[in-house]
């Protein structure tokens, strides 16, 4: 497994800002994931961070609304930006682990609210 | 594209009871991994047990077991001696094996509450 710890755990933010959310990860990792889990919901895939690539988003998620950057193997951070009370939600990263990089292991969130 | 379902919003067990949670899936890969995911009110993801699909054995973790049906795309999870620390949200997840470090699909979840 991997130790992996996010930034801030918690946040209330106005309309119209920005907020970067950081992860950090105990090991060097390949993958990280980011994820977004809305109030009584289940958890959705916004995109993969690959150290020195792009990310590759998900359907419904774009680049200008969620910027990511993985500048080394162990950090990454996502941005949530021009946020609006539709954003309130938990946004938890990920990272693969194992031989086949086939087992994730979660962040333990940041929970933002948008007012 | 991969589908999981789980049929149970909510689910309650005793203390020292055995429950069970049931997950289904839809997929027309032949390899893949399942996993099951605890969330408690601490909004943490914990990763409860994982199974690998070309394994026929079912996986087992301490109190933790899964009953793998590849046939009827079935993967649920059984408790055993529930414990008060096992109140949370159990969340039944697919990965393919195409390819590395696909991504996670996850059903909408359970929430199980243990009681005295």
């Known amino acids: 497994s991997a130790v992996i710890s996010q930034k801030p755990s918690r946040d209330i933010c106005q309309r119209g800002t920005s907020l970067t959310i950081q992860c950090q990860v105990d090991s060097q990792v390949t993958m990280m994931f980011w994820y977004r889990q809305q109030p009584g919901q289940s958890l959705t895939l916004i995109a993969t961070?690959?150290?020195?690539?792009?990310?590759?988003?998900e359907s419904g998620f774009v680049i200008d609304k969620f910027p990511i950057s993985r500048p080394n193997l162990t950090f990454s951070t996502l941005t949530v930006s021009n946020m609006s009370p539709e954003d309130s939600s938990i946004y938890l990263c990920?990272?693969?682990?194992?031989?086949?990089?086939?087992?994730?292991?979660f962040g333990p969130g940041t929970r933002l609210t948008v007012l | 594209a991969q589908t999981v379902t789980q049929s149970q919003p909510e689910m309650s067990v005793q203390e020292a009871e055995t429950v069970t949670l049931s997950c289904t899936y839809d997929t027309s890969e032949n390899n893949y991994y399942l996993f099951w995911y605890k969330q408690p009110p601490s909004r943490q993801m914990i990763l409860v047990i994982r199974?690998?699909?070309?394994?026929?054995q079912n996986a087992t973790e301490n109190r933790f077991s899964v009953n793998f049906q590849k046939a009827a795309k079935s993967f649920s999870l059984k408790i055993s001696d529930s414990q008060l620390g096992d109140t949370a949200m159990y969340f039944c997840a697919f990965m393919s094996s195409t390819g590395t470090a696909s991504k996670l699909t996850f059903g909408t979840g359970t929430r199980l509450q243990v009681t005295l």
């Open positions: 199974q690998e699909a070309y394994k026929q």
């Open positions: 990920s990272v693969a682990t194992g031989w086949l990089e086939d087992t994730q292991y």
């Open positions: 961070a690959n150290q020195g690539s792009e990310a590759t988003y």
